[in-house]
Structures are given as C-alpha cells and as structure tokens.
C-alpha cells in the first residue's frame, strides 16, 4: 500500500512527466523515423527491380527485332551468364515451334509456373505475381509484346528485396530497445538535474514554514532560469528578513517614543481632573493636549508617508517645476534660524532647473536636509547649498560645516526613528527617512558623505522625468547611488 502511494506521487511529479514525455517523444521519433527509412528503402528496391525488368524487356524487343528468335534466345542466355546471383525470368509464349519456352525453369523450382498458364490478365504491359511454395517472396512477371506480336514475359523474384528488408527489420529489432532504454535513462537523469534547483526550493521553503528564516537554496551558479530563480529567491527572503526586522525596530521605536507622548498627555489630563481647577486652567491643559496630540499625529503622518514611499503608494501630484526656485524659498525660511545661530546658508543655483516632481514633497525634503544642517552646525559655520544640471537630470547638494557622522553611525542614518550619539536636539528622528523615501518616490537618488569635526554633504540627484517603473516600489526602477567609495549602495541610513 505504501509503494502503490509512493509510485502514484511519484508519477504526478514534473520530473516524471518530463522524463517520460521525453521517452515516448523519442521513441515515437525513433519510430516514425524507422518506419520512413523502411518504407523508402522498400520503395527504393521495388523501383530498381521493375526499372531493370523494364530494361531487359526493352533489350529483348531490340535483339528480337534484329536478330529474330535466335538473338531473343541470345540475349536470355545472357542474362544467366551475367546476372546469376538474381537472373531475370523469361518466358516465351510464343515460338517458332509454336511451343511455350521458360528459360533455365530449374531456377524457379520453387514457384508453381504451371499456374501461370491460369491466370487472367496475362496482357501487354501488365504484371502478375506469383508466390513460391514457402512463402519466402514472388515473382514479380511483366507482360510484353514482340515486333511480330508474340507475346513473352520477364518477371524478377522478390527474395533479395525481402533479405535486404528483413536485414532492416533485425537491425531496427535489435537497436530500437537499447536506444529506447538509453532514452529512458538519459530523459530521467536530464529530468532529475533539471528539477534539483526546483527540489531545493522546496526543502528550502518547508524549512523557511518551520521557522527556519536563515535557510536559503543552494543556487548552482549556471546561468539558467532556475538558477536565477534561486538567486531572486534568496535576495527576497533576505530582503523580507531585513523589513521584518525594520518593523519590529520600528515598532520598539514606536513604542517607545509614543510611551513619553502619551505618558505626558495622561499626566496632565490626570493633574487638571484632580481638583477644580479656573476655566484658564482648563484651557490651558486643553492647549498642552492638543500639543502632545499634534507631536504624536506629526509622527504618525510621517511613518505613513515613509511606508507609503517605501512601498510606492505614495501619490505624488506631479508637474513641470524649478528646482531653483522652491530651493530659494526653503533656504529664505531657514536663512532667518540660521542666522540666530550665527551660520551663514550660502547658494550655488544654475539659472534654471526644471523637472517633473511634487513641489509640496521636494519642498519637504530640502526643509529636512537644511533643518539637519543648521542643527549640527556649530555657530559661525556655514552651510552652502548648490543647484546643477546634469543632461537628464539634476543635483542637488546640502554640505554644512558641522559635527559630521561618525563611521559606524552613517550606515544606519537613515533608519525610522534612529537618533545618533550627537543628537541633543528634540526630533522624530524621521527626517532622514522622509528624505529618503520622497527622492525614491521620484526615481531619484540620495547620497551622504561625511567625516567626524568636518561637516557632511548631502546629495540628491533627480531624474528631470519620473519613471513609470521601479523595483523598490511596484512601477519604478530601483535606483543605486555610490557610496563613499562611489560604489552602489543601500538606502538604510537617517541623520541623527
């Protein structure tokens, strides 16, 4: 019972049914293939034997016709002398003598020529057959007239052609089975490499379903699809791995910044329901609950935006804009703050940078990069922020004089609510990531270099046409920027 199910599942895997589709196409192939070759070779033989008979007869009519009876009986004897192995048969139904003549008759033992003076249709330019007593060919008998209108006949046996076929049959007979088996066994070994990547998908994936998140396929690098298909395979569990791993941060994160939020929101609900209190009181702990409510929304908004940049349903209200000019009125915003600070916001714009993007979205990333810079940029220092045209498309660089990021910090800048060691300023630690997730919304690509004491450079490089498609979100290419070496990197990182 348990070999009748193993062989019943067995027989419903694709290696199966490849191996044996590819043994019965073979076969069938091998077959028809023989069976033509058979067939052409008979047709072949049976056209040469009525050709040669066609020949003698004419040969037979031209020495009879020149040489009377005599160069007739001639040419026959002739026939013996040089075609001994197959002779021709030849019978004169008509003689001198007026008797019937059948040449050298201890050829045709084997055949019944009595019945031959029986058989209907003996006419000019007809055959008849006449089988032998074993049954091992014919006589294959064309009848013909004389130049004096006697008739006599020339017929061929068939026992060469047949030898010759039977040879065929016996060679087909005796190599058909082993190819047939070699067939068998090559379409089962081809099927079963074939399906070995397919095979170690699946044991991957029902160790993966056990929880077992570090399996992966074992990818033979052959350069086939299913080679490919392990590797995207792979790539995707690594990738899920890494987003099921940012969301639980996230959701810590979360967590733990709403906890103060919220804590703080409870708190002075709590203190102004404990004791009546005037009516400016009230007022008052109503004014620092919107606050609280504000800062939570602000941060809920932005997670929103980040996930739906991220996952490209960010819906972005496109047209043909300046970058110079929305990057005036964000740095005329900032110059004022920044000059509290004693930091001079200094530009280097073309004189015209059009590109199809959200105005209100770009605004809102170049807001987040100056906002940074001028939060760690000590006083006196300087932030210089620069416009240039690139064929098809265009950069944007934000480079301070401030703090910098340290080297183990700058891989993980862009990460959801990461706040770094010199990060003494309030914040979501969402800005970054904002950042982020508006340039790729965009097919865009975002860059940082920094050193620690000597400031960092921010750079944006736009496309002056969004894409349709990508592969970090559905419809748009995924874009890759150098890093700091100017090699393509990811987009993990947020300023702290």
């Keep these: 019972m348990f070999s009748n199910l193993r062989i019943r599942k067995f027989s419903k895997t694709i290696g199966f049914k490849i191996a044996a589709g590819y043994s019965v196409l073979f076969a069938c192939s091998f077959v028809a ?226 906890r103060t939020p919220m804590t703080r929101f409870r708190n002075i609900a709590e203190t102004t329901l404990q004791k009546e209190q005037s009516p400016a009181a009230y007022r008052e702990a109503l004014q620092e609950c919107v606050e609280e409510s504000d800062r939570i929304l602000n941060k809920l908004h932005m997670l ?32 004022y703050v920044a000059e509290e600070k004693g930091i001079r916001i200094e530009t280097d714009f073309v004189s015209e940078a059009t590109l199809e993007a959200d105005a209100d979205r770009i605004c809102q990333a170049l807001a987040n990069l100056l906002d940074n810079a001028v939060k760690f940029t000590p006083e006196n220092g300087s932030i210089l922020v620069s416009i240039d045209h690139q064929q098809d498309r265009v950069r944007m660089q934000v480079a301070d004089s401030g703090v910098g990021i340290d080297g183990g910090e700058i891989h993980r800048i862009w990460d959801r609510l990461y706040r770094g060691t010199h990060a003494t300023h309030k914040g979501l630690g969402l800005g970054l990531s904002l950042v982020r997730a508006v340039i790729l919304a965009h097919s865009g690509v975002v860059h940082v270099s920094s050193e620690p004491g000597a400031g960092s450079t921010f750079e944006v490089c736009l496309p002056t046409a969004v894409s349709p498609t990508s592969a970090d979100h559905p419809g748009r290419p995924k874009p890759a920027w150098p890093d700091e070496k100017g090699s393509p990197v990811g987009t993990n990182r947020q300023l702290p």
């Design 304 to 335: 929103m935006d980040i996930s739906e940049a991220e996952t490209g349903t960010m819906r972005l209200q496109l047209r043909h804009v300046d970058l110079v000019q929305l990057a005036e009125g964000v740095v005329d915003m900032y110059r």
């Design 33 to 258: 293939l023989t069976m033509s070759a058979y067939l052409l070779l008979d047709s072949t033989l049976y056209g040469k034997d009525r050709e040669m008979v066609a020949v003698e007869v004419e040969n037979l009519q031209r020495r009879y016709q020149s040489g009377g009876w005599q160069a007739f009986y001639d040419q026959a004897i002739e026939n013996d002398r040089f075609k001994k192995n197959n002779p021709f048969f030849t019978r004169a139904l008509a003689t001198p003598t007026r008797e019937e003549v059948i040449f050298f008759p201890h050829y045709w033992k084997d055949f019944d020529l009595a019945a031959l003076e029986d058989m209907p249709g003996q006419v000019p330019g007809t055959w008849v057959e006449l089988a032998s007593h074993a049954r091992i060919g014919t006589l294959e008998i064309f009848t013909a007239r004389l130049p004096d209108g006697n008739l006599f006949q020339v017929g061929i046996s068939t026992e060469d052609r047949r030898t010759i076929l039977n040879h065929f049959r016996h060679i087909f007979l005796s190599v058909s089975l082993p190819l047939i088996l070699l067939a068998i066994g090559g379409g089962a070994l081809l099927s079963h490499r074939s399906m070995q990547p397919l095979r170690n998908l699946i044991v991957t994936m029902t160790s993966i379903e056990a929880g077992k998140m570090d399996a992966r396929v074992p990818v033979a690098h052959t350069g086939d699809e299913l080679a490919d298909l392990g590797m995207l395979f792979n790539r995707m569990i690594e990738k899920i791995n890494q987003l099921i791993l940012a969301i639980k941060g996230s959701l810590d994160s979360v967590a733990h910044d709403l």
